[in-house]
């Protein structure tokens, strides 16, 4: 039979994320591989979806969503990420932060064009480039700080670069990029005049006073870069899939073109919701969220020291990283499946974040879980 799968997709692999999670299923474990916050969805937003199904937004919306979402949204991003947008040009929600990055990617590269992706890197990124026939070109960032400068992207740029993938604050490290290292950042996009796709969609959980910036509030870079964030994280929504992105006229039209293909539109009551918990929710409400957060990377940070994974204390995010070279096992797959054996609790392989060996002592730890459920996982990661 002459039938087979497509070229392209056999460069793609499952996410070894969402594998860990059937792995911890299979023992009935604790998930702390999977990025599922399971703490309670804000009020606001559960009324405002209630409201809007029952109001009667249960069809299409425009390919770019709802006014309400988008007007919500503009004010949003003027007032925290400092980005003059407007709700009619320059922003479009898809279906979650990763659809809206789908999105921009189909719109804005073509296939061949390579792309900076910062090590260690979220999977989905790399096998998002990969299904749009880019090129990733990796650059390392070390621990504990993953400090980075635009010398250190110098060797990798060609003729083909179009574009750079950062993550602040950055899932599996942490990493939260400072002004100075943004600058540096816009310094260089300039210069070499690509794109800067920036996933923001940990922007609300910063820890220990630092300070989150936009790339796309800096006048030097705002027309070259895609600003990608969403609510799956900070309203505990994940499987609502509402996220969205911010753009010049010129790409965000586009981008919106093809969301319109690819996805239709985002749900649109669950845009209603979301709008309501964007428009309602105070600020004190992102600051006890991020106090909840520190305090939770405490607990399993003191957990991993005091059973020696030395844990790489994350700036930001809900994530970490530790070091498992202890353990049994040649690679990080057969560490974590050790951990999963020994405690019931799933990590991710580090694997999962670089392209070649350079992860195989690391495993990562979601700590987004409610407390009597992080309690359990501490209690078991001390059979170890």
């Not at 299979?26 to 599922?36: D, H, T």
């Not at 659809?99 to 900076?116: H, K, Q, R, S, T």
């Not at 950042?185 to 210069?191: I, P, Y």
């Not at 899939?241 to 293909?261: F, K, P, Q, S, T």
Request: charged fraction near 25%.
């Amino acid at each position: 039979m002459n039938l087979k799968v497509s070229d392209r997709s056999q460069l793609i692999i499952q996410s070894e994320i969402r594998n860990m999670t059937l792995e911890c299923n299979k023992v009935q474990g604790i998930n702390l591989a999977q990025g599922v916050c399971d703490l309670d969805v804000p009020e606001e937003v559960i009324r405002g979806a209630h409201q809007g199904m029952k109001e009667g937004f249960n069809q299409y919306t425009r390919y770019d969503g709802l006014p309400i979402i988008r007007n919500a949204l503009a004010r949003k991003v003027r007032a925290f990420n400092r980005i003059q947008a407007d709700a009619e040009k320059n922003i479009i929600v898809s279906a979650g932060a990763t659809g809206a990055f789908y999105c921009a990617c189909m719109a804005l590269l073509n296939p061949g064009d390579e792309v900076i992706v910062l090590e260690p890197y979220y999977g989905y990124h790399v096998n998002t480039l990969l299904a749009v026939g880019a090129v990733p070109t990796y650059v390392r960032l070390e621990p504990p700080e993953w400090r980075f400068t635009s010398e250190m992207l110098e060797p990798v740029v060609t003729e083909r670069t179009k574009g750079i993938v950062i993550n602040t604050p950055a899932n599996p490290s942490g990493k939260v990029f400072s002004e100075a290292e943004i600058h540096d950042l816009a310094d260089f996009a300039a210069e070499h005049d690509i794109f800067i796709f920036t996933d923001e969609i940990y922007e609300y959980f910063v820890y220990e006073g630092k300070g989150h910036l936009s790339p796309g509030a800096l006048d030097k870079i705002k027309d070259r870069t895609i600003t990608i964030s969403g609510y799956s994280k900070t309203f505990s929504i994940t499987g609502w899939r509402i996220g969205y992105c911010v753009a010049e006229e010129e790409w965000a039209r586009m981008i919106g073109y093809i969301n319109d293909l690819i996805y239709v539109c985002a749900p649109s009551p669950l845009q209603v919701g979301v709008a309501k918990g964007v428009a309602e929710l105070p600020d004190s409400y992102y600051r006890s969220l991020c106090r909840t957060y520190e305090q939770k990377r405490k607990q399993i940070c003191d957990t991993l020291q005091d059973i020696g994974l030395e844990p790489y204390v994350p700036q930001g995010a809900y994530y970490v990283l530790a070091n498992v070279k202890s353990l049994p096992g040649k690679t990080s797959k057969e560490r974590a499946m050790q951990i999963l054996k020994r405690t019931g609790i799933a990590s991710v392989p580090g694997s999962a974040f670089y392209h070649d060996e350079a992860g195989e002592n690391y495993v990562r730890f979601c700590f987004a879980k409610k407390d009597d459920v992080l309690e359990r996982a501490c209690g078991n990661l001390c059979k170890l």
